[in-house]
């Protein structure tokens, strides 16, 4: 299995709403990643989650908030979001914790939209 | 982190036409990888680059890393409309994030 999965689809919500995006993968992979994509723009790297802890957040806002509850699992738990909050939520995994040595495999993103 | 520039931001080209795109950095690197992402996709892996000079070819693809190990470019043979999508270099400069360069966007004219 060399797929990463990530739910929903789609998400549209409030400024005043909880939820969670989650993701997984099965192929053993040490290092996972959150990055944040806007419209013809680059992925932007938000967390690094290296052996089920958090080793890098790259001053992202509180109202996301991560969480990896085991070495397959990856959530990012949003609240409180801004309309400018909203974009492609890519996840991602790799082998080893050391993102730059190792190709990293995407998921299809949950596609955000915050009213 | 300062963002790795991609030339040219856009390319439109006829099909069966060549296209090629730059990634370059003021700063030594690592390695480089590269990935592509189709409209509506994530983005896939295509290669990485670790040596100075280094050369990889997947079909009508050839990636080449510059022998100062600050530049790279790929360049597709022959475009077929199944090459659509942004091209994105990725360079490490030896910590463990992965920096997106700005990405080229191809579309072929059919």
């Known amino acids: 299995d060399t797929e990463v999965t990530q739910t929903p689809k789609h998400l549209v919500m409030g400024m005043t709403n909880k939820k969670s995006l989650k993701c997984e993968q099965h192929?053993?992979?040490?290092?996972m990643y959150w990055y944040k994509q806007k419209a013809k723009k680059p992925p932007e790297l938000m967390f690094v989650y290296s052996y089920e802890k958090l080793s890098i957040n790259e001053s992202v806002p509180s109202r996301f908030s991560p969480e990896c509850p085991n070495s397959s699992l990856l959530n990012l738990h949003l609240h409180a979001l801004q309309p400018e909050d909203s974009a492609l939520y890519l996840c991602?995994?790799?082998?080893?914790?050391?993102?730059?040595?190792?190709?990293?495999?995407f998921g299809p993103g949950t596609r955000l939209t915050v009213l | 982190g300062q963002q790795v520039m991609q030339i040219p931001q856009y390319q439109h080209v006829q099909e069966g036409e060549d296209f090629t795109t730059y990634c370059n950095s003021s700063?030594?690197?690592?390695?480089i990888q590269w990935y592509k992402q189709r409209p509506g996709g994530h983005p896939v892996f295509l290669i990485q680059l670790v040596k100075s000079g280094e050369v990889k070819k997947q079909k009508r693809l050839t990636f080449q890393f510059g022998e100062a190990k600050k530049n790279s470019s790929l360049h597709i043979t022959a475009t077929q409309t199944t090459d659509v999508g942004t091209y994105f270099c990725?360079?490490?400069?030896?910590?463990?994030?992965?920096?997106f360069g700005t990405g080229t966007r191809l579309t072929i004219i059919p």
């Open positions: 991602a995994s790799s082998q080893d914790e050391f993102a730059g040595e190792d190709e990293q495999f």
């Open positions: 192929m053993g992979h040490r290092a």
């Open positions: 990725a360079p490490n400069r030896g910590n463990e994030k992965l920096t």
């Open positions: 700063t030594t690197l690592s390695n």
